[in-house]
């Protein structure tokens, strides 16, 4: 009979795990590479910013196998649950905008929508949710779910400091986004809170406005 090999789910996670971050990084390093090239608008900030973010990533998914297993998920479910909430919550983003229930100044200028999309998605969205939802979250959880949700969602409010120039108000708005993005972490997967803070990042630039 064949000599068939079992994959016990642990291997299997940690290959997923290994998987994804070979594609994290390989896109990555291409942003950084190529991006200053092929868009002549992009912000040379945005590759100091693509490191950091790098680190921290590379950071989590060395110590992914070492969280309790109730914490730990399939990084296909990821996927799935990203492909999936990707163009509900662009829907949703789409339509309340146009009701104005959410009023956007103006829309993302043409030349910055492609370069714009791709930092946000692969860059920004990806990397903070990983760092602030996949592993301060979860790190914070053996302490409970309370002080999980408060203390990722203040440190990534924090985090945004001085992007909004120290002002409380937009400080303490992003720790309720923080929340929110727990929330959608925690009851769904990581996948689903990469989509919604994607979608909300690019939709208050101005992406999903058409003239």
């Known amino acids: 009979m064949p000599d068939y090999k079992i994959i016990s789910p642990e291997r299997k996670r940690k290959q997923q795990y290994i998987a994804f971050g070979l594609v994290y990084a390989i896109i990555s390093f291409a942003i950084l590479i190529n991006a200053a090239t092929l868009f002549d608008y992009w912000d040379a900030n945005w590759t100091y910013t693509a490191l ?22 399939p990084a296909i479910q990821n996927i799935y ?7 509900v919550f662009m829907t949703g983003f789409i ?8 009023v956007v100044s103006q829309p993302l200028a043409v030349y910055l929508i492609l370069p714009v999309f791709i930092y946000q998605l692969c860059i920004v969205a990806t990397s903070e949710e990983i760092i602030f939802r996949g592993a301060i979250y979860r790190a914070l959880s053996t302490a409970g779910k309370p002080v999980a949700y408060i ?11 001085g992007a909004y120039s120290g002002n ?13 993005f727990c929330y959608l972490a925690d009851h769904y997967n990581l996948g689903v809170a990469i989509a919604a803070h ?14």
């Open 81 to 87: 649950g990203f492909l999936f909430a990707t163009p």
């Open 151 to 161: 203390g990722s969602s203040v440190l990534f409010g924090l985090f945004h400091w």
């Open 168 to 180: 409380p108000s937009s400080i303490l708005f992003a720790v309720m986004m923080g929340l929110l």
């Open 95 to 102: 339509i309340m905008q146009q009701a104005d229930i959410l």
């Open 52 to 73: 950091f973010y790098m680190v921290g990533v590379a950071l989590f998914l060395s110590a992914a196998e070492k969280l309790p297993a109730e914490l730990r998920k």
């Open 198 to 211: 994607f979608v909300w990042n690019f939709g208050l630039m101005g992406g999903f406005m058409f003239n």
